[in-house]
């Protein structure tokens, strides 16, 4: 259970400090993406809104080469300051000893909470619009996804030890990570025949896999009865891949321990020159597991008759004995999601000497549904979240967006960021969380996108 214990934290470490996630803009205009996406933007999020270009736009070719990277974590207490104040010693190099007003507070930030974190760098993306022929698409991403959740039981048991006559469950605490490399190609058309302004997109996502860790079962409960004897009972089960005995990684990205695939569905329909609806289902797909494939068995059917005894006492969580074996393989699905949204333009007219009167958008307002499929999984949730995100265009260089995301692993929070196009080049920057940005210290629900493409080709 230490183990399991210190392979928590590592995880949640690893993810705040590295970098990903999806396309700036979108993240700015509080993670809308199904029906304001276009072009590289759109990969990912909603394959059939690929073939569109932004309104000044007029390249046929886009691409994205090692500039487009991000984080996005989400917890009720991991940030910089806490880990900063409990873990990492007392500053003379030797391990810090807890008070009781200090557990007391770790305690209550950290019980009956629900943790993700997902880092993404994207290697390169590119997008083809040919004349007749549709919309080709093309991206090669590194992403890592990680979630954990700690009941109260455990961060109580965890902390203060076994109180007399209380049962512990553990059985709802649940961990799991995962690092892959996905290869996402991409097509997308009109469909005719049934409406002018309805588009359809597809992408098939070879998905590689370099590491996985998931809690595969848990029923263990712990009781002291009031003689202080001590009983547990159940077994908790964990499966990974590509992780050596330790939870060590076996390599980063050039050790592939896993190979599946995925799918992206999408749809887009335009319903006047203002209104357009999205639809997607993205990463409907699974991953194989079959290199450095592991499960780690934890029995806790144990009995403690004598709590003076120093020969039991040595640690009840130490008693809880784990038992490793390979296996030869096991299957995990992708962090599956569905998105509905719609998107509302803002027009202004202008009049030209060569062209009369041309309207111009000047901002969108778009509306955002998202649902997961898997509360198990990490990269996906059962908690549904709802977004309302908008871009202001005052001229053909500069943008401001911002946004108000409700619900899912974001909770709540006010999303920012601006967009500069200079010439062939467009540069965007957003995070989800615009408040902690200015408490980054003590923020635990904070991100940072970056994304630059550049654009050829025009007719």
Do not use: C
Not at 10 to 19: G, K, Y
Not at 131 to 152: A, H, K, N, W
């Amino acid at each position: 259970m230490k183990t399991i214990l210190t392979l928590f934290l590592v995880m949640i470490s690893a993810i705040t400090h590295a970098q990903v996630s999806s396309d700036a803009r979108n993240v700015a205009m509080g993670r809308t993406s199904v029906a304001n996406s276009y072009g590289i933007s759109a990969l990912d999020n909603n394959p059939a809104n690929i073939g569109i270009n932004g309104q000044f736009d007029k390249s046929q070719l886009h691409f994205s080469l090692f500039s487009s990277f991000g984080y996005v974590i989400n917890s009720g207490f991991i940030s910089y300051e806490f880990y900063n104040n409990y873990f990492t010693g007392d500053g003379n190099g030797n391990k810090k000893i807890l008070t009781h007003s200090e557990k007391v507070d770790i305690f209550n930030s950290s019980k009956d909470t629900k943790n993700s974190g997902s880092v993404s760098n994207n290697i390169v993306s590119l997008v083809y619009k040919t004349p007749e022929d549709g919309t080709f698409g093309l991206s090669i991403s590194d992403e890592m996804y990680g979630r954990s959740y700690i009941p109260v039981d455990f961060a109580e048991f965890a902390l203060f030890g076994n109180e007399i006559n209380r049962l512990y469950d553990f059985s709802e605490f649940n961990l799991s990570f995962s690092k892959i490399r996905q290869i996402t190609l991409s097509y997308s058309n009109q469909i005719s025949g049934i409406s002018e302004g309805l588009t359809f997109g597809v992408s098939v996502k070879p998905t590689l896999g370099y590491q996985y860790f998931e809690t595969y079962g848990n029923n263990i409960t712990i009781f002291t009865n009031d003689s202080n004897e001590v009983s547990g009972s159940g077994i908790a089960t964990f499966r990974t891949a590509g992780l050596d005995y330790g939870f060590e990684p076996v390599s980063g990205f050039s050790n592939i321990a896993g190979f599946g695939i995925g799918f992206d569905l999408g749809l887009n329909l335009k319903l006047n020159d203002r209104i357009n609806a999205g639809f997607s289902i993205t990463d409907i797909g699974w991953v194989r597991w079959n290199k450095n494939t592991m499960q780690s068995r934890y029995d806790a059917n144990i009995e403690l008759t004598d709590l003076s005894d120093d020969n039991q006492l040595d640690s009840l969580l130490d008693l809880i004995k784990e038992k490793e074996k390979p296996v030869n393989s096991f299957t995990s699905i992708l962090p599956t999601n569905f998105r509905i949204g719609l998107m509302y333009r803002f027009i202004e007219p202008h009049n030209t000497l060569d062209k009369g009167v041309v309207n111009y958008d000047r901002g969108y307002i778009s509306l955002e549904y998202l649902q997961g499929f898997s509360d198990k999984y990490a990269g996906s949730s059962l908690d549904p979240r709802v977004s309302i995100g908008a871009e202001w265009i005052p001229d053909r260089m500069f943008s401001i967006r911002s946004g108000i995301i409700a619900g899912g692993e974001d909770k709540f929070a006010l999303s920012f960021g601006a967009g500069g196009n200079f010439g062939p080049v467009s540069v965007n920057i957003g995070t989800h969380n615009i408040i902690d940005v200015f408490d980054i210290k003590s923020s635990s629900r904070n991100s940072l996108m970056i994304t630059v493409i550049v654009g050829l080709l025009e007719p």
